[in-house]
């Protein structure tokens, strides 16, 4: 057996050791053939997934993508609760759904919603004064159909809003 531990991929090494790993990075390079190394499309690849204008986590095995628009990159702790609360009572795992955060300016962009996610439903969070009529109301664009929901944080602080939100949920994910 070979004493030296080749690995291209470095974050695998901490699956392999328990105690903390130490790696300086002069000591690994690419063992790949130079033929199989391609700067450009690699690049090409990062500006084509910052383009995407929904951008988001998990596998999406059911076509249900949640999106939040909000002005932060992240959702708060405390909304990402809520959130977590919603898929275990829907009885989904975050690896069978779509989380996107996206920015409030956005939120109007239905066309562009339905094209990258068609044949899905979508449930959208936002500040309720985003929607107007809308709130609480199903929309269809082609094969998508769009849940108009309040943001997580007014959800969490208005009792019959949250009741009437979580009745109009369970039909839509029906």
């Known amino acids: 057996m070979d004493d030296n531990l080749l690995a291209p991929d470095t974050y695998s090494l901490k699956h392999l050791f328990n105690e ?32 995407k204008l929904f951008i988001y986590t998990g596998d999406n095995l059911k076509n249900t993508v949640f999106i939040v628009f909000s002005e932060d990159k992240d ?8 959130y977590t609360k919603t898929l275990t009572a829907l009885k989904l795992s975050e690896n069978e759904v779509a989380l996107c955060v996206s920015s409030i ?3 109007r962009n239905f066309d562009q919603i339905a094209k990258e996610f068609p044949s899905q439903k979508v449930i959208c969070f936002a500040e309720s004064a985003n929607y107007g009529p809308e709130l609480l109301s199903i929309k269809s664009l082609e094969s998508t159909k769009i ?14 809003l949250k009741i009437k939100w979580w009745n109009g949920l369970k039909t839509f994910i029906v």
């Open 147 to 160: 849940y108009f929901c309040p943001s997580l944080s007014e959800l969490q602080l208005n009792q019959e």
């Open 75 to 82: 959702i708060p702790a405390i909304d990402k609760l809520l």
């Open 105 to 107: 300016e956005n939120i």
């Open 20 to 51: 903390p790993l130490y790696l300086i990075k002069q000591e690994f390079t690419d063992i790949s053939p130079a033929s199989e190394k391609s700067p450009e499309p690699e690049e090409a690849l990062i500006k084509q997934k910052e383009n």
